[in-house]
């Protein structure tokens, strides 16, 4: 697992991705995306940076905090998120990649997949 300072500071950011304030703001996003990030979305579409860069955010129905945040180290520079959001009513798990910089985190790679219904 990741240490409490990084786990925290990963949920802001992870946060700040469901936020139509942060990511309406393209500053923001482009500061969040490493170069060549890329994102499977929940309709297993493949969305490339400039792709989500170029999408109009709206409002976001995110229920936050989000659920089950768990964040898992895969070696000295980057750590697995995962968890669960809430969003439109609809229910997802989430996953993304974030590597450590010099500057900060950046997201390496998302995908979403809806979780079943029972």
Do not use: K
Request: proline fraction near 3%; glycine fraction near 8%.
């Amino acid at each position: 697992m990741t240490s409490q300072p990084h786990r925290a500071q990963l949920q802001r950011l992870e946060e700040g991705m469901w936020c139509s304030e942060t990511r309406g703001d393209r500053a923001w996003m482009e500061a969040q995306l490493g170069p060549d990030f890329f994102e499977f979305g929940q309709s297993g579409r493949r969305y490339d940076r400039s792709e989500v860069l170029d999408v109009e955010v709206g409002d976001i129905d995110a229920v936050l905090p989000l659920n089950d945040f768990r964040c898992t180290s895969l070696g000295d520079s980057h750590v697995l998120v995962t968890y669960q959001i809430e969003c439109y009513g609809a229910r997802s798990n989430r996953s993304s990649i974030w590597r450590r910089t010099d500057t900060g985190w950046t997201m390496e790679f998302h995908q979403g997949t809806p979780t079943q219904r029972c």
